[in-house]
């Protein structure tokens, strides 16, 4: 399966859980009096919308290059992470002014039953999580791992729901407010979150340097390579799921222009070969001392 259409399948099972859930967090919340599972609702509903942007940006993204896109079109991946980031910062806000009407206005204690559906809800969104941040580590997708970043901010929501409701019941009166606070909290680690996810979609825009590992491993499969004496500058800027590489090889200075081609190509098709997340590389030839 292609990193495209894996991402596509894994965006499909973000929609459909965060449906489900939805549902039953805004029904758990209205019938139990919890206003913390509510808030959990309405970002597990954010989730859809922006879950869909994401499978929108993905199938933007899996494009061929064209004559106006001679790179592909992936770097949609980062200007859809930043619209995901928006839709968290807009829940958290909600989150947080709810909250602190909530707060300041008298209601009732949360029922008792609710901290089962949270349970379920925490064990699930976290499994999500792993899920989908494993998918996207193997896709190279920033949108990926935006949308796995959701399921972590929910799982989280959910246990602050949870502890402000079992102290709201175990303290009993006077603590009715004990899930505001939670669902307040929550949507200050959701905005902690959204940053987290908008710096590294930052440096994919701005093509900033973030990849050493993969530096490393240019350098070392180059070095095995007949003919290529070594390696100087090494330049890697991500589009979409996929790198693209500058690298500047030196080989040796008596050699024609026509070996050098030659060693420059095979290069280039070792490099791609051995690592198949690189998609353009370009090859500078510099002449040993």
């Not at 869909?52 to 200007?79: M, Q, T």
Request: charged share 20%; aromatic share 10%.
């Amino acid at each position: 399966m292609t990193g495209a259409k894996e991402s596509i399948k894994t965006i499909y099972f973000s929609i459909i859980g965060n449906s489900l859930l939805a549902i039953v967090k805004g029904a758990a919340g209205f019938f139990g009096h919890s206003y913390a599972l509510i808030a959990d609702a309405i970002e597990s509903t954010s989730d859809i919308f922006s879950s869909f942007l994401v499978l929108l940006g993905l199938r933007y993204a899996k494009r061929p290059a064209d004559e106006n896109h001679p790179y592909g079109h992936g770097k949609i991946e980062p200007l859809i992470t930043f619209i995901v980031v928006a839709f968290l910062v807009t829940s958290a806000t909600i989150i947080a002014y709810e909250s602190i009407e909530r707060i300041q206005t008298p209601h009732k204690t949360p029922a008792p039953w609710t901290l089962i559906i949270l349970g379920l809800i925490i064990i699930w969104k976290e499994v999500s999580f792993r899920i989908v941040l494993r998918k996207s580590k193997r896709t190279n997708s920033s949108s990926l791992k935006a949308d796995a970043w959701h399921h972590r901010s929910d799982a989280i929501t959910s246990v602050a729901a949870f502890i402000g409701i079992a102290i709201a019941l175990i303290m009993g009166e006077g603590y009715e407010t004990a899930d505001d606070w939670a669902a307040l909290f929550a949507s200050g680690f959701i905005l902690y979150n959204s940053y987290l996810i908008f710096r590294p979609a930052l440096g994919e825009i701005m093509d900033e340097h973030r990849y050493e590992d993969l530096v490393d491993e240019i350098r070392i499969i180059s070095g095995n390579v007949p003919g290529i004496l070594g390696t100087e500058k090494c330049y890697i800027r991500k589009t979409g799921m996929v790198f693209h590489v500058d690298l500047h090889a030196i080989v040796n200075a008596e050699i024609s222009v026509k070996e050098g081609h030659s060693l420059a190509h095979v290069l280039k098709d070792t490099l791609k070969e051995q690592l198949p997340q690189v998609g353009e590389v370009l090859i500078h030839i510099e002449p040993s001392a």
